[in-house]
C-alpha cells in the first residue's frame, strides 16, 4: 500500500542522474535578444536537439543502494548545496553594474523565460549569458554528445515538490506575461519584468521617481529571492520525509498513465456525468490496490448504489445508515480519496471515520464529544457552502432532525454481508430471539457440557461451555461489564482449558509474549502471561496504547481466538467475531441501552471468513421482561447535548464565533443557533426558556466571567445593537481550547504561582498542568500518598505547603483520623496525581510507577498524555497574557519532557523524524548524544553501529538533523537581528527622518 500511495502522491516522476551546476546550464535568450528569424532557426535547432537525444546513448548509472537518498549529493544547506547553487548565482548576477538599476527583473524575467512555453528555464543576459554560452554544449546528465535542452535537466533531477514549485511558477509569469502587447513591448526593450508583488496600475503608469522606484524593485527582489531560497529549503525540508526512488522508464510510463487517470477521473467528476471512469471516478491503480491489500475486489450492490447516488455525483450532504459491518468505512474511504486525488481538496477527519466531515453520528448525542461534533459540523455549515458532507451510523432512529440539520439526503439499507443469529441464555437454556414469537423468543437448545461441581461454582454462567463451542478455530468476544470482570473471566476460562489448547500457533503467541516484554521494557502483565499461552487476553482502558495495538493484531491474524473486554471496544475497533458473548445486561451498574447492545452484537460474523455470526446475551431470570424490552423496543433518539454541556457547549460556542469573527453580535449568534442540531430540536429540549433568552443568558454569563465585552451601537433612535469583542481572557482561553469551567481557576493558579514559584524541581510546575477534569477520577491511596510525601526534598514539600497540604494533614488520612481544618478536596486530589507525573518523569517507566501507586498502566498513560496537551494549553493560554511571561520558556520544556516521558538527555534525539525511544536510547549508547552529532554522521557508519537500521532510515535521520539543526540557526539568527535592530521609537531616528525631510 505504501509504495503504491506514493507513487499517487509523487505525480511528477524523475529519473534520477547527475545534476550539473547551475552555472552550466545552457540559458536561452529571451524574445528581445533574439534578431529577426532567429526564431526559426530555434525551433529547428530544439528539433534537431530531440532528434540527437533520441538517438544518443545512455550512460549506464551506478546506484549503491535501491533506497537512495533523495537528496544524492545535495542534502545539505552548506556551501556546495543546490540552494547555495541558486542563490550564487542570483548574487552573481545581483553584482553586475549594468544590472544593479533593474535589480527587480531578475526576480522573474531572468528566471523564467517568456519564450519558451511551459518549460522551466534560466534566463540571463549580458555578460552572465556570454559566461554561460561556451558551456552549453558540455555533458551534463549523463548522456554522450547530447546537448541538454534548455530548462530540461533542471526539472529532470530534482524532488517532486520542487518540480510543481517551478512549473507553477512558470504559469503564473506566463499569465503576466499575456497582460498587453504594449507592457510586454515596453518591458524588452528595457529588460524589465513585471513584479508579482506590484499592483498592475502601478506597472501600467511611467515610473515618475527612479530613485523611489529602484528602492522598490529591490526591496520587492529580495522579497523574491527569499521567497525563491525559502521555498526550495521548505521543499527539501518536507522531502527528508520521503525518498526519491531511482525509477526506471516502465515506471515512469505507468505513473504517466496513472496522472492521466487522475485528470480524466477529475474531469468526470467535474461534468457531474454518470460515466465513473475507471473506478468510481478514481484511478484504477486504487482499485488494484484495494484488492492487493484488501482483498476487495468488488463492491456490494449497496456501496455501487450509494457511491453512484445524484446527491454523491453532485457534491451534496449525505447521510447513510447500515448494519454494522455492512461496508461502510469502504464508501468513506473512496469519497475521501475522490476528494483529495481528484477534486484535489483537504478532507478534515473527525474521529473514527470520516469522509471530507463524517461521522459515526450517532456520537452527536453522547455528552461533550457530541456537543464539539455539533458545533464544528455547525461552524461549517455556517460558514461554507462548497464543504461537502457525508455521515454515517449503524444505529440512528430520528434520522429526520439530522437531516434538517445538515441539509442532507438519507440513504439506508438492511444488508448485513453475514448473516446474525440473536441468542438469549438464561440459566442453561439459550432461547433465539424472533419478532414473530408472543413473547419475543423461542427455545433453541440445551447446553450439553458436562460440568464439575469446581466448575459449577467458578463459573455459573457455563463461559467456558460456550466459548469452547467457537474457539480456537473461530474467534470470540465475550463483553464484561468492568475491567476488574475482564480480567477475572480470562483467567477463569483459562484454568479451566484443555492443554490442547497450548499447542494452537504455539510459536506465535511466544512471539506475542516476547514483543509485549519489549514493549513493557521487560515487563509483563502476569494475567496476560498466563492466558495468552491459551490464545486468550483482556482488552481494556488498563492496557497502554501500545499492547491494545500489538494485541489487536495478534487477534485479527488468529494467534489469540478470545477477548474478554468491555464495552468501549464496541464503538472504537473493528474486531469482528464469529461469537460474541455478553457477560451480563449491564455497563457497569447501568442497564443496557438498545444501541449499546446494537453495537456489541455487531461485532459477530466476519465478511469473508464466516458465513454466520451469532451474539449470546446471558442473562438472570430476574432481568428477563426487562431484557424482552430492550430487544423489541427502536433505538434510542439522538439529542443535542449543546445547551446541557454548557462550559463545553454553548459558552465555548459563542466564545469562539466572536473570537474568529464569525458571528460578533446578538441577532447573528441567534441566527447561528437557528442552524444548529439544538436549534432543529429546540421544540423537544426547550420547555421553560426560549433559544432566545438562552443565547443572552449565555453571553451574559461570558461578559460577567471576563472573557466576553459587549459595545452598545445605536443604529437609531429605536434600534440598538449589541456586538461582543474577546477579551485577553477570552482570547487566552480560546487560543489554549481551556475549559471555560477551569479558565479563571487556571488564572488564579498561575497567579498564586507567580508569587513563589518553587523552581528547585518540576513539581510546582507539573501541579500547574496537571488537568483539571482528570482531578474528579483521582481517588488517592493515602498511605501511598503519605509515603510519598515523606520522599519529597524540603523545598518538593514546600511546594504542597503552598497549595495547602500539610504532612500532618496526609498522616492523619493514613492513619483514618478525623480532619478537623478544612481543605480543598480538588487540590488535594490534584496534587496526587502530580506526584504521579512528577515520579513519572523521573523514573519514566510506566510499569515501575504503576506498581508504586497502586494504577493501571493504561490510565497512567492516558494521565501522561492529557498532562501533555494542557500543558500545551497552559502554555498558549500564557502566550496571549502578558504577565505570565515568565512560564513560557519554562512550559516549553515540560510539555517536551510529558510528551515523550524519557530521560533529558533522549529528548533533543527523539525530535529528529522517526526516531522512538528505542531508536534514542541506541543512539545515545553509539555516542551520538545531540543533533549535531546526527547531523554530521556517516550513514554507512551509523548502519553498521546502530542494530536494525537500514540505510533509508539512517539518510532519514541524518537529514532530518541537517534540518532541524539549521531551523533552530535560522530562529537564532532571527532573534539576533531582532536585538540589533534600531527600535521604531528611538529618538535619533526620528531627528534623522526629520532632517532628511
Known sequence: MDEGGSRIRRRVSLPKRNRPSLGCIFVAPTAAELEPGDEGKEEEEMVAENRRRKTAGVLPVEHN??????????DSFTENSFIAQVDDLEQKYMQLPEHKKHATDFATENLYSESIKNKLSITTIGNLTELQTDKHTENQSGYEGVTVEPGADLLYDVPTSQAIYFENLQKSSNDLGNCSMKERDWKSSSHNTVNEELPHNCIEQPQQNDEASSKVRISSDMNRRKSIKDHLKSAM???????????????????????????????????????????????????????????????????HTCLTLNSVQERKNLIYSLPTSGGKTLVAEILMLQELLCCRKDVLMILPYVAIVQEKLHMIGEGSRGATLEMTLAKILYTSRTTQIIGMSATLNNVEDLQKFLQAEYYTSQFRPVELKEYLKINDTIYEIDSKAENGMTFSRLLNYKYSETLKKMDPDHLVALVTEVIPNYSCLVFCPSKKNCENVAEMIC??????????????????????????????????????????????????????????????????????CTSTLAAGVNLPARRVILRAPYVAKEFLKRNQYKQMIGRAGRAGIDTIGESILILQEKDKQQVLELITRPLENCYSHLVQEFTKGIQTLFLSLIGLKIATNLDDIYHFMNGTFFGVQQKILLKEKSLWEITVESLRYLTEKGLLQKDTICKSEEEVQYNFHITKLGRASFKGTIDLAYCDILYRDLKKGLEGLVLESLLHLIYLTTPYDLVSQSNPDWMIYFRQFSQLSPAEQNVAAILGVSESFLGKKASGQAIRKKVDKDVVNRLYLSFVLYTLLKETNIWTVSEKFNMPRGYIQNLLTGAASFSSCVLHFCEELEEFWVYRALLVELTKKLTYCVKAELIPLME?????????????????????????????????????????????????????????????????EELLRLPSDFPGAVASSTDKA
Open 495 to 564: 484454568k479451566f482449558l484443555s492443554k490442547e489448547y497450548l499447542k494452537h500457533k504455539e510459536k506465535e503467541k511466544c512471539e506475542v509474549i516476547k514483543n509485549l516484554k519489549n514493549i513493557g521494557n521487560g515487563n509483563l502483565c502476569p494475567v496476560l502471561k498466563r492466558t495468552i499461552p491459551f490464545g486468550v487476553a483482556y482488552h481494556h482502558s488498563g492496557l497502554t496504547s501500545d499492547e491494545r495495538k500489538l494485541l489487536e493484531e495478534a487477534y485479527s491474524t488468529g494467534v489469540l481466538c478470545l477477548f474478554t
Open 65 to 74: 543502494d535501491s533506497e537512495e537518498d533523495m537528496f544524492g549529493d545535495y
Open 912 to 976: 529528529v523524524t522517526g526516531v522512538l525511544e528505542g531508536r534514542a536510547r541506541q543512539l545515545y549508547s553509539a555516542g551520538y548524544k545531540s543533533l549535531m552529532h546526527l547531523a554530521n554522521a556517516n550513514p554507512e557508519v551509523l548502519i553498521k553501529t546502530i542494530d536494525h537500521l537500514s540505510r533509508r532510515q539512517a539518510k532519514q535521520i541524518i537529514a532530518s538533523a541537517k534540518m532541524l539543526l539549521h531551523e533552530k540557526a535560522e530562529a537564532l539568527q532571527e532573534e539576533v
Open 237 to 303: 525540508t518536507g522531502n527528508a520525509k520521503a525518498q526519491t526512488p531511482v525509477f526506471s522508464r516502465s515506471k515512469q510510463l505507468k505513473d504517466t498513465l496513472l496522472s492521466e487517470e487522475i485528470n480524466v477521473a477529475k474531469k468526470t467528476i467535474e461534468s457531474s456525468s454518470n460515466d465513473l471512469g475507471p473506478f468510481y471516478s478514481l484511478p484504477s491503480k486504487v482499485r488494484d490496490l484495494y484488492a492487493q491489500f484488501k482483498g476487495i475486489e468488488k463492491l456490494y450492490e449497496w456501496q
